[in-house]
Protein backbone atom coordinates (compact mmCIF):
# COMPACT_ATOMS: atom_id res chain seq x y z
CA UNK A 1 0.00 0.00 0.00
CA UNK A 2 1.15 3.58 -0.74
CA UNK A 3 0.48 6.33 0.43
CA UNK A 4 0.67 9.46 -0.88
CA UNK A 5 0.40 13.54 1.01
CA UNK A 6 0.08 16.16 -1.05
CA UNK A 7 1.40 19.82 0.10
CA UNK A 8 2.05 23.08 -1.53
CA UNK A 9 -1.02 24.29 -2.23
CA UNK A 10 -2.36 28.08 -2.20
CA UNK A 11 -3.27 31.34 -3.49
CA UNK A 12 -1.57 33.12 -5.87
CA UNK A 13 -1.85 36.02 -8.13
CA UNK A 14 -1.79 35.29 -11.78
CA UNK A 15 1.86 35.15 -13.35
CA UNK A 16 2.89 34.19 -9.79
CA UNK A 17 4.61 30.12 -9.01
CA UNK A 18 3.80 27.67 -6.56
CA UNK A 19 5.68 24.62 -6.20
CA UNK A 20 3.52 21.24 -5.30
CA UNK A 21 4.81 18.22 -3.09
CA UNK A 22 3.84 14.98 -3.04
CA UNK A 23 5.65 12.68 -0.49
CA UNK A 24 5.40 9.07 -0.59
CA UNK A 25 5.10 6.46 2.27
CA UNK A 26 7.72 3.93 0.44
CA UNK A 27 10.56 4.69 -2.11
CA UNK A 28 8.56 4.46 -5.63
CA UNK A 29 11.84 4.89 -7.43
CA UNK A 30 12.27 0.95 -9.85
CA UNK A 31 8.12 0.68 -9.19
CA UNK A 32 6.19 3.66 -9.92
CA UNK A 33 5.41 6.03 -12.20
CA UNK A 34 4.16 9.32 -10.37
CA UNK A 35 2.14 11.61 -12.19
CA UNK A 36 0.27 14.98 -11.12
CA UNK A 37 -3.96 15.78 -12.27
CA UNK A 38 -5.95 18.32 -11.33
CA UNK A 39 -9.70 18.65 -11.26
CA UNK A 40 -11.87 22.03 -11.13
CA UNK A 41 -15.17 23.00 -10.01
CA UNK A 42 -17.56 21.31 -12.38
CA UNK A 43 -15.40 19.55 -14.46
CA UNK A 44 -13.77 15.59 -15.33
CA UNK A 45 -9.96 15.36 -13.62
CA UNK A 46 -7.66 16.07 -15.86
CA UNK A 47 -4.28 14.92 -16.47
CA UNK A 48 -1.27 17.65 -15.79
CA UNK A 49 2.36 15.83 -15.54
CA UNK A 50 3.96 12.39 -15.41
CA UNK A 51 7.52 11.28 -14.62
CA UNK A 52 9.03 7.54 -15.56
CA UNK A 53 10.99 5.63 -12.29
CA UNK A 54 14.23 7.45 -12.64
CA UNK A 55 13.30 10.91 -13.96
CA UNK A 56 14.62 10.38 -17.65
CA UNK A 57 11.19 10.67 -19.00
CA UNK A 58 8.47 13.21 -18.21
CA UNK A 59 4.97 14.31 -20.25
CA UNK A 60 2.76 17.06 -20.17
CA UNK A 61 -0.49 18.19 -20.90
CA UNK A 62 -0.24 20.92 -23.57
CA UNK A 63 -2.10 23.27 -21.40
CA UNK A 64 0.75 23.49 -18.78
CA UNK A 65 3.88 22.71 -21.19
CA UNK A 66 6.43 25.22 -21.01
CA UNK A 67 5.21 26.66 -17.37
CA UNK A 68 5.20 23.37 -14.90
CA UNK A 69 7.90 21.02 -14.25
CA UNK A 70 7.76 17.55 -12.76
CA UNK A 71 10.84 16.00 -10.52
CA UNK A 72 11.37 13.92 -8.16
CA UNK A 73 14.19 13.68 -5.52
CA UNK A 74 17.20 11.09 -5.45
CA UNK A 75 16.08 9.08 -2.71
CA UNK A 76 12.35 8.89 -4.99
CA UNK A 77 10.12 9.44 -1.72
CA UNK A 78 8.64 12.40 -2.98
CA UNK A 79 7.67 13.86 -6.21
CA UNK A 80 7.45 17.60 -7.20
CA UNK A 81 5.17 20.34 -9.84
CA UNK A 82 6.78 23.45 -10.20
CA UNK A 83 4.30 26.06 -11.38
CA UNK A 84 5.16 29.10 -12.88
CA UNK A 85 3.21 31.84 -14.76
CA UNK A 86 0.23 30.77 -13.39
CA UNK A 87 -3.28 31.22 -14.86
CA UNK A 88 -7.02 31.42 -13.36
CA UNK A 89 -7.88 28.54 -15.52
CA UNK A 90 -4.97 26.56 -13.44
CA UNK A 91 -6.93 26.72 -10.62
CA UNK A 92 -8.04 23.52 -8.63
CA UNK A 93 -7.25 21.07 -6.72
CA UNK A 94 -4.34 19.16 -7.78
CA UNK A 95 -3.72 15.32 -7.09
CA UNK A 96 -0.40 13.49 -6.84
CA UNK A 97 -0.51 9.62 -7.94
CA UNK A 98 1.45 6.40 -8.30
CA UNK A 99 0.84 3.79 -10.95
CA UNK A 100 2.56 0.71 -10.59
CA UNK A 101 4.98 -0.49 -13.79
CA UNK A 102 8.09 -2.61 -14.14
CA UNK A 103 9.44 -0.44 -17.11
CA UNK A 104 11.62 2.59 -16.25
CA UNK A 105 10.78 4.53 -18.84
CA UNK A 106 6.90 4.00 -18.54
CA UNK A 107 5.01 7.58 -18.26
CA UNK A 108 0.96 7.26 -17.86
CA UNK A 109 -1.29 10.00 -19.10
CA UNK A 110 -4.78 8.21 -18.00
CA UNK A 111 -6.45 8.03 -14.68
CA UNK A 112 -7.29 4.49 -14.72
CA UNK A 113 -3.06 3.65 -14.62
CA UNK A 114 -2.66 5.01 -12.16
CA UNK A 115 -2.96 2.77 -8.58
CA UNK A 116 -2.54 5.35 -5.39
CA UNK A 117 -3.98 8.30 -4.95
CA UNK A 118 -3.46 11.67 -2.72
CA UNK A 119 -6.33 13.90 -1.02
CA UNK A 120 -5.46 16.74 -3.09
CA UNK A 121 -4.40 20.17 -2.68
CA UNK A 122 -6.06 22.93 -3.54
CA UNK A 123 -4.54 25.84 -6.10
CA UNK A 124 -6.06 29.21 -6.52
CA UNK A 125 -5.06 31.59 -9.23
CA UNK A 126 -6.45 35.22 -8.77
CA UNK A 127 -6.82 37.79 -11.48
Known amino acids: QVQLVESGGGLVQAGGSLRLSCASS????????MGWFRQAPGKDREFVAA????????DYADSVKGRFTISRDNANTAVYLQMNSLKPEDTAVYYC????????????????????WGQGTQVTVSS
Open 97 to 116: AAGLTYYYGTVYSRGDEYDY
Open 26 to 33: VRTSSKYA
Open 51 to 58: ISWGGYNT
